[in-house]
């Protein structure tokens, strides 16, 4: 059965120090696999006996112990064709003065394609003589405790100097003695020291970090033996040395990366000193590489946003070393880094200003290095303070709309984003989306720059609302409405546009009608309308007559009105006294002096003494010519305003001195007539006036 139970793997090659005699065994351990190459004979040339009669060329001796019975083979295959080995078996439980005659022995002539040799379960020969073309014995069937020796050469005459390393694997039932493979005595597996090199299959690297360094070998033990107890290191500057033990490094060295140095473990059994598993040993290789690291310095850029003073600086990101398995910390005084206190923490977000922070480098193997990370602003954004003005919107004259993209705070051509306040532009929320047409009062908003590097600056766009200039002579004005008049915007302005197309500061000859004017000051243009009203016309209410005085009663229009029989004379007063009978025309007009009205009245013949006696002349007061006036009312009242009469149209209008059918009292009697004349006003006359009345009792 094959068994590849040995944790190090070693090879050996051209030996100069051989384990050549019997007395200076190698012991093998375990069913290790073996791989040497043979380079003349010990100190001794041994007496071997039976089929190797001849003596020792280049070998190499062998002890082990059997841990478990069984049967026990191996397989011997040099790495040449050219190689002649010859081997053979002492034992079992002998010494070296007294060796005996082997018990397996084999001397064949194996020069060839597939010159191995060795036992195995097939053979039946125990020993094969020089020449035979027999390469393999019978196994062994062995028990546990005994202890053999094997003996390896490799036959070379002057003909054939091949010198060629072998290798030897183990098998059959039988296990070989060892501490390593006994799980009761090797509790964990053995750390080799150092790290794998980048050729898996030379010997692993421990890192040193300067050059020379006092390197204290035994500083590796804790760590390799990994918590077993009861084995011993010691190391070697030769694989040889190491495999036998002898020379161990037993003080600290200046360690040399161009050798390669070697460690060698074997078990102490505290109860057995002479256990012959004490001379089992498990060697390792590993040499020395420098791992002193060479940091960059590095010069770190951020945002100093709004020039605060100060930017957020992302420490981790400096490129000082490029190997990710190194760790970094970071200082802001080389003091600090040198005493390792006071890092700087967190690193990804230091707020700082300008200057320099230091940064200790550790290497995945300890090695460490300085750098030094000089920390440096972006170029700031050059921004001013910014003032828009705009025309007040004529339907809420507080605002105005501005178009904060004309605003001047740069003039680099960057991206920008508008804020009602500061906090806003800072946080980067409740952006103006509206800053083509935005509609405010007088305030101020914030506009945030961005640059390349992903900085920004804020400035401060102030806006003013340019108010309404109107014009403040322009009025409304009332005229006759047959008349013109002169509209005046006033001066001041610098352009003026009037509704009929002049572009002169008034207008002229203008009737009654709404216009408008636009009036420019500045960039800003408002429109002003202005009303000519026609002047409202008065009325005249009503006429009082009273006998031959004449009161015209007016209402409407605008007073103080003027009065007129003739349109040319005009009076205050609106009675006209001594007017003789008659038709007459009267004229009235107000403050504005328009064209007057008129009206017709008519001053009646008075009628003062009626004698009701039948004869035909003076019997009646006779008021039946006004029959077609509307509303026409004809009363008669005493001296004691007593209505006595009133005529109607069943008595045509008409008072024949009596009342209730009988006649009244001899004397003077008032009476009134009013209508309301067929005119588009309905013009009220009242006339009044006093008659005498005699009749005979």
């Not at 384990?19 to 200076?24: G, I, K, L, S, V």
């Not at 183990?170 to 980048?198: E, K, M, N, R």
């Not at 020395?288 to 600086?313: D, E, M, P, Q, R």
């Not at 019997?619 to 077609?628: E, G, K, M, P, T």
């Amino acid at each position: 059965m094959k068994k590849s139970i040995f944790l190090f793997f070693f090879a050996v090659s051209h030996m100069i120090f051989a384990q050549a005699d019997c007395a200076t065994a190698l012991s093998v351990c375990g069913n290790s696999n073996i791989t040497y190459s043979p380079n003349g004979i010990g100190a001794v040339n041994e007496n071997l006996g039976g089929c190797l009669s001849t003596g020792e060329h280049n070998s190499i001796w062998y002890k082990f112990t059997i841990a478990t019975g069984g049967t026990l083979t191996f397989d011997l295959v040099p790495t040449s064709s050219d190689a002649d080995y010859d081997w053979a078996i002492y034992g079992p439980n002998v010494n070296c003065g007294n060796l005996g005659a082997p018990i397996r022995c084999n001397a064949a002539t194996v020069i060839g394609v597939g010159a191995s040799t060795g036992m195995n379960m097939t053979s039946t020969i125990t020993s094969a003589a020089g020449g035979s073309l027999t390469p393999y014995c019978q196994y062994l069937d062995v028990l546990p405790g005994q202890t053999y020796y094997l003996y390896i050469d490799n036959w070379v005459d002057i003909t054939n100097p091949t010198m060629a390393p072998f290798s030897l694997t183990w098998g059959g039932t039988a296990t070989l003695a060892s501490p390593f493979t006994d799980p009761t005595i090797q509790t964990q597996p053995f750390v080799p020291p150092g790290t794998p090199a980048a050729n898996p299959a030379n010997p692993r690297e421990i890192i040193i970090c300067q050059n020379p360094t006092v390197f204290n070998f035994n500083t590796l033990s804790a760590g390799i033996l990994n918590g077993n107890t009861n084995f011993q290191i010691s190391y070697h500057s030769s694989q040889n040395e190491a495999l036998s033990g002898a020379n161990p490094i037993l003080t600290p060295i200046t360690a040399s990366t161009t050798t390669t140095y070697y460690y060698s473990i074997h078990y102490q059994d505290p109860a057995n000193p002479n256990n012959p598993i004490n001379s089992c040993r498990q060697v390792g290789a590993f040499k020395f590489k420098y791992g002193n690291i060479s940091v960059n310095n590095v010069t770190l850029f951020s945002c100093n946003n709004n020039n605060a003073g100060t930017a957020t600086f992302d420490l981790t990101s400096a490129s000082v070393f490029s190997d990710p398995t190194a760790t970094k910390q970071y200082y802001r005084t080389l003091s600090d880094l040198n005493a390792g206190i006071n890092p700087i923490v967190p690193a990804n977000a230091f707020v700082s200003v300008e200057g320099m922070v230091y940064v200790k480098v550790t290497s995945q193997y300890g090695c460490t290095a300085t750098a030094q990370i000089t920390l440096k602003f972006y170029p700031a954004i050059a921004i001013t303070e910014a003032t828009l003005r705009s025309c007040s919107i004529v339907t809420s004259p507080s605002t105005a709309l501005f178009n904060l993209s004309t605003a001047a705070v740069t003039s680099q051509t960057l991206p920008k984003k508008y804020y009602t306040s500061l906090a806003d532009a800072q946080s980067g929320s409740n952006e103006i989306v509206t800053f083509l047409n935005y509609i405010a009062p007088n305030s101020v908003v914030f506009v945030k720059i961005t640059d390349t590097n992903g900085c920004y600056a804020i400035a401060k766009i102030n806006l003013m609302v340019i108010p309404s200039v109107y014009s403040t002579v322009l009025k409304d004005k009332t005229i006759c409405i047959e008349d013109k008049t002169t509209l005046d915007a006033g001066p001041g302005f610098t352009a003026y546009e009037w509704s009929t197309g002049a572009t002169t500061q008034t207008i002229s000859n203008v009737g009654v009608g709404t216009y408008w004017v636009k009036l420019k000051t500045g960039e800003c243009t408002v429109m002003q309308t202005v009303k000519v009203y026609a002047s409202g016309q008065p009325v005249i209410s009503d006429v009082d007559i009273k006998n031959n005085t004449v009161t015209i009663n007016v209402k409407g229009g605008t007073a103080p009105y003027r009065y007129s029989m003739d349109g040319v004379k005009w009076q205050d007063s609106n009675t006209f006294a001594n007017v003789p009978r008659g038709d007459h025309h009267i004229y009235v007009k107000d403050a504005y002096d328009c064209d007057p009205i008129d009206i017709d009245i008519v001053v009646p013949n008075l009628v003062n003494v009626i004698t009701p006696n039948g004869d035909g002349i003076n019997d009646v007061i006779d008021y039946s010519v006004l029959r077609n006036k509307q509303n026409l009312v004809f009363s008669i009242f005493d001296r004691y305003g007593n209505k006595m009469f009133e005529a109607n149209r069943f008595s045509a209008y008409k008072w024949d001195g009596t009342t209730g059918g009988k006649k009244v009292k001899t004397g003077t009697y008032w009476y009134s007539v009013s209508w309301n004349e067929n005119d588009k006003k309905n013009t009220l006359f009242r006339y009044s006036g006093w008659v005498m009345v005699k009749n005979r009792e």
